[in-house]
């Protein structure tokens, strides 16, 4: 059967019908119609069936996960929710040195962006990302007390927000 003439005999959205295809692991073959001669999707009669008793039983308000369990006894097809999942794996944890690392590369940014604030030198885009954690797109960007202006093209000058706001009058 022509799965766009099912979706017409059940009378749901072509979305839906698809969602219901998968919910049931109903498998959707494409094939040239030899009326037509265009390719269509197909579904067996097995396919039929299976589709219809899901659409039975829904429509007589059973939820779909326990629609999907009882349409083949002999071979029920489960949620994907119900099948057993691997195990997330844990979080990485740091060792001491992977730590202290980290620490070493925070301390050498905050004083890179001191440093940038202290004299006012352009800096690139990737410079002005690296310093403060987002890449600038708009200008003027503002981010933690911190204001980068753009200068040209790739090039970028930080100043304190507060400065900025007192030279405005804000302050």
């Known amino acids: 059967m022509a799965f766009t ?31 037509t001669g265009r390719q269509e999707s197909w579904l067996s009669g097995h396919d039929v069936a299976i589709l219809n008793d899901y659409c039975h039983q829904l429509g007589q308000g059973q939820k779909s996960s326990a629609t999907v369990v009882s349409l083949a006894p002999g071979n029920p097809v489960l949620p994907a929710a119900w099948l057993p999942q691997a195990p997330e794996p844990a979080a990485p944890t740091r060792s001491r040195e992977e730590e202290r690392d980290a620490l070493e590369l ?8 001191r440093d940038a604030l202290d004299l ?16 600038p797109g708009a200008d003027p960007l503002g981010r933690g007390g911190i204001e980068a202006r753009r200068l040209g093209r790739n090039l970028w000058q930080l100043r304190k927000a507060e400065a900025v706001a007192k030279r405005k009058g804000l302050w």
């Open 5 to 35: 003439a099912w979706i017409k005999q059940a009378g749901c959205a072509r979305s839906t019908a698809s969602q219901w295809a998968d919910d049931c692991a109903v498998r959707i073959r494409k094939e040239v119609n030899p009326a």
């Open 106 to 113: 925070l301390q050498l940014r905050l004083a890179g962006l």
């Open 120 to 135: 006012g030198a352009p800096l690139s885009t990737k410079e002005t990302t690296l310093l403060l954690g987002v890449r």
